[in-house]
């Protein structure tokens, strides 16, 4: 009779054990579905706080490629300006360098004629 006793309790054992496994079996399919559920949730949260998160990037480098555009035509005209200044100067320069050499040339034939001139009134007279 003693080991129909164990053998009983040993089955009375396997099924207690057997129904914790039930039991934690059924915990677990119950956190795996609030789990899942609550993934489903925070991707649903997440979606339009990523969008909007992507919205101002895109509105953020599309304003920075708008500035750095300007900035770049600003320097080119400062640029422009600065050889359309240089070349100013040098075509000033050159011409104000031609007139000096014309003006010497002129001085030089009047001293010219006004020694000829002098030459052919001593000669003259």
Same mark, same amino acid.
């Given at each position: 009779?003693n080991?129909?006793?164990?053998?009983?309790?040993?089955?009375?054992?396997?099924?207690?054990?057997?129904?914790?496994?039930q039991?934690?079996l059924?915990?677990?399919?119950?956190n795996l579905?609030?789990?899942s559920t609550?993934?489903?949730?925070?991707?649903?949260?997440?979606t339009?706080?990523?969008?909007?998160?992507? *919205?101002? %990037? #895109? +509105?953020? /480098?599309?304003?920075?490629? &708008?500035?750095?555009?300007? @900035?770049k035509?600003?320097?080119?005209n400062?640029?422009?300006?600065?050889?359309?200044?240089?070349?100013?100067?040098?075509?000033? *320069?050159? %011409? #104000? +360098?031609? /007139?000096?050499?014309?003006? &010497?040339?002129?001085?030089? @034939?009047?001293?010219?004629?006004q020694?000829?001139?002098?030459?052919?009134?001593?000669?003259?007279?």
């Open positions: 009779m080991e129909k006793k164990k053998i009983v309790q040993s089955l009375n054992d396997v099924e207690l054990r057997f129904q914790e496994a039991n934690k059924e915990t677990a399919k119950n579905a609030l789990s609550k993934a489903k949730e925070i991707e649903t949260q997440a339009p706080i990523v969008e909007q998160n992507r *919205n101002k %990037a #895109v +509105q953020f /480098a599309s304003t920075e490629i &708008k500035r750095l555009q300007t @900035a035509t600003e320097t080119i400062v640029e422009k300006q600065k050889l359309i200044r240089e070349m100013r100067f040098l075509l000033t *320069n050159g %011409a #104000v +360098q031609k /007139a000096i050499q014309k003006v &010497k040339q002129e001085k030089s @034939a009047i001293n010219i004629q020694k000829l001139i002098d030459q052919l009134l001593q000669d003259t007279f």
